[in-house]
């Protein structure tokens, strides 16, 4: 008998461990997320935020994002929306995020949180093709 030592978590554990998370706080504090609702007790619906990074044309501005993780989740991505307007190659017009345009969503794997989309969405707004786009008036939203 081969053991190969992984245990799957079940999702709303998986989901209890990053509620816990977010609400301690992640590292330097330029992401962070909660659940949109206490009472949704699939823990389906989340908000995230990402502050923009230095340097770029996000610099100091403040993302909001609405992340939806069904049944499958983290089996499957999350789907990602910003609410804030935003001007980036991987998010639609409608502020969802594509996830053929990007990487963490279209290569999803169960070892990635919420915290790898929005840390991994922050790196993005640094990249050089999206550390000089034209922004929409700050404060904006879809």
Same mark, same amino acid.
């Given at each position: 008998m081969q053991?190969t030592?992984?245990v /799957? /978590?079940?999702r709303?554990?998986?989901?209890?461990?990053?509620?816990?998370?977010?609400?301690?706080g992640?590292?330097?504090g330029t992401?962070?997320y909660?659940m949109?609702?206490a009472?949704?007790?699939?823990?389906?619906?989340?908000?995230g935020?990402?502050?923009?990074?230095?340097?770029t044309?996000h610099?100091?501005?403040?993302?909001?994002l609405k992340?939806?993780?069904?049944?499958?989740?983290?089996?499957?991505?999350?789907q /990602?929306?910003?609410?804030s307007?935003?001007q980036?190659?991987?998010v639609?017009?409608?502020?969802v995020?594509d996830?053929?345009m990007?990487? /963490?969503?279209?290569?999803?794997?169960?070892?990635?949180?919420?915290?790898t989309?929005l840390?991994?969405l922050?790196?993005?707004?640094?990249a050089?093709h999206?550390?000089?786009?034209?922004q929409?008036?700050?404060?904006s939203?879809?």
């Amino acid at each position: 008998m081969q053991g190969t030592g992984n245990v /799957v /978590v079940p999702r709303n554990f998986r989901l209890l461990e990053e509620l816990e998370k977010g609400e301690k706080g992640i590292g330097d504090g330029t992401v962070s997320y909660g659940m949109d609702n206490a009472d949704d007790l699939l823990m389906r619906h989340w908000t995230g935020t990402i502050i923009g990074p230095p340097n770029t044309v996000h610099d100091g501005r403040i993302y909001t994002l609405k992340i939806y993780c069904d049944e499958q989740y983290p089996d499957r991505p999350p789907q /990602v929306r910003f609410t804030s307007r935003v001007q980036m190659s991987c998010v639609a017009p409608n502020g969802v995020v594509d996830p053929r345009m990007f990487h /963490v969503l279209g290569r999803w794997n169960r070892g990635y949180t919420m915290e790898t989309v929005l840390t991994e969405l922050r790196r993005e707004m640094a990249a050089p093709h999206n550390r000089k786009l034209p922004q929409p008036p700050e404060g904006s939203t879809y």
